[in-house]
């Protein structure tokens, strides 16, 4: 069992920047994909960016690219969401996922790999 922690949520103006991280506290090698989604109220829930095994392989919803990186660090057991240029249609609940997939396809467009959800943490931009 990992458990995901999210942190990092708050208000900010657009704009601006947030960092959103998320520590995993019984981190396994199995976990290949990591990533985020997102619940804005009033729309379906998003996949937001996920990450495959390596750091190299990485996945970023059109809404967000060029905009959002992820990324992970092994060793602290961790994942990062970096959010720049926040506007306020990213204003929402950001939720942590972990799964196990063959590759990164998986990864990248199928929700249900992810089987292993943090609590979620909020995300509020204003004009």
């Known amino acids: 069992q990992v458990d995901l922690v999210e942190s990092g949520g708050g208000s900010v103006q657009a704009g601006e920047s947030l960092r959103l991280t998320c520590t995993a506290s019984?981190?396994?090698?199995?976990?290949?994909?990591l990533g985020w989604f997102r619940q804005v109220p009033g729309k379906e829930r998003e996949g937001v960016a996920a990450?495959?095994?390596?750091?190299?392989?990485?996945y970023v919803s059109d809404s967000v690219k060029g905009r959002f990186t992820i990324s992970r660090d092994n060793a602290k057991n961790t994942v990062t969401l970096q959010m720049n240029s926040l506007a306020p249609e990213d204003t929402g609940e950001y939720y942590c996922?972990?799964?196990?997939?063959?590759?990164?396809?998986?990864?990248?467009?199928?929700?249900?790999?992810?089987?292993?959800w943090g609590r979620g943490t909020q995300v509020t931009v204003s004009s």
């Open positions: 996922v972990a799964g196990v997939a063959p590759n990164p396809y998986w990864c990248w467009n199928s929700a249900s790999t992810y089987t292993l």
């Open positions: 019984k981190y396994t090698r199995s976990s290949s994909c």
């Open positions: 990450i495959y095994n390596g750091h190299e392989n990485t």
